[in-house]
Nanobody, 116 residues
Framework: QVHLVESGGGLVQPGESLRLSCVASGFSISGYAMSWYRQAPGKERELVAAIFRTGGVENYADSVKGRFTISRDDAKNTVYLQMTSLKPEDTAMYLC?????????WGQGTQVTVSS
């Protein structure tokens, strides 16, 4: 059974950093693209970053380019999102996602709050 479990969120001040983790079970992430989404209250869910299995190509939303880095550790079956220079507008629930056999799988999310 596929499971994605996110962790690492919290309350930080503007300019600080956080690293989110998404631990996968029930499948090997080495065979799949993995992505991070976020959803703020009253807003639509948006793609933040994705990393593809072939060559590890990365994609980022324009709003996080240069500040966020997605990476994967296939041996640990874990995907990370390193977030730096955090802004109040980064406040959201961050969720991990993958597709397996055209079916989407989501984690439960981890809350990131950026506030002074």
């Amino acid at each position: 059974q596929v499971h994605l479990v996110e962790s690492g969120g919290g309350l930080v001040q503007p300019g600080e950093s956080l690293r989110l983790s998404c631990v996968a079970s029930g499948f090997s992430i080495s065979g799949y693209a993995m992505s991070w989404y976020r959803q703020a209250p009253g807003k639509e869910r948006e793609l933040v970053a994705a990393i593809f299995r072939t060559g590890g190509v990365e994609n980022y939303a324009d709003s996080v380019k240069g500040r966020f880095t997605i990476s994967r550790d296939d041996a640990k079956n874990t995907v990370y999102l390193q977030m730096t220079s955090l802004k109040p507008e980064d406040t959201a629930m961050y969720l991990c996602k993958t597709y397996i056999n055209s079916n989407p799988y989501w984690g439960q999310g981890t809350q990131v709050t950026v506030s002074s």
